[in-house]
């Protein structure tokens, strides 16, 4: 297997485990920025949103401080006999789960704040659980932003470059995705080949925002 389909592929890996992992966590945090009343609010909304402005790097490098061998996280990791997190794929995780929180959790919090309170409370009075309600009627009604999430986590995960580069660096067939490996690419004046990957992330990008487009308009209530 070539160094671009093994960048591909793990891309693709890396890509899926994030969505995946994202939205079981990105869920109960959008729900509770939804209905809570707490003064906190505001300072775990900017903590979620940070992504959105920080430098990759920036991130990147705090992350690295943190979950390297000698640092806080990565020493006690290591302290219990776990593996080393950086340069590594869990490392690529962590890191792209923290890089891309934003684009699960805003559109899921919009669906949750969206629906209002009188579905919940019609469930209610028939007798659902808390749970009932948040599966029979909270999920079916807030799809599209989870479809929305879903698909922005992937896309996003697929396109990351600083932090993914920081935080496990550039090695082939362990931690290379596609925007590193376009980088080798470019620095060895192989320009065939980045564009080779670079157009196919181009069509990527755009076929996904087509997709979500396309899928949102499906829901938009009907023109009088």
Known sequence: MSTDAAAVLLTLRLAATTTVLLLLAGTPLAWWLARTRSRMRPAVEAVTALPLVLPPTVLGFYLLVLLAPTG???????ALGGDRI????????????????PFVVQPLQN?????????LEAAATLGASPLDRFRTVVLPIARPGFFTAAVLSFAHTVGEFGVVLMIGGNIPGRTQVVSTAIY???????????????????IFSFAVLLVVYSFGRRFEAPRL
């Open 111 to 119: 669906a949750f704040m969206a629906m209002g309170d009188d579905p």
């Open 86 to 101: 950086v340069f590594s794929f869990p490392g690529l995780v962590i890191g792209s789960m923290i890089y891309s929180l």
């Open 184 to 202: 080798n690419h470019v620095e060895a004046l192989d320009y065939g080949s980045a564009h080779a990957l670079a157009a196919g992330l181009l």
């Open 72 to 78: 806080p996280v990565g020493g006690a990791w290591a």
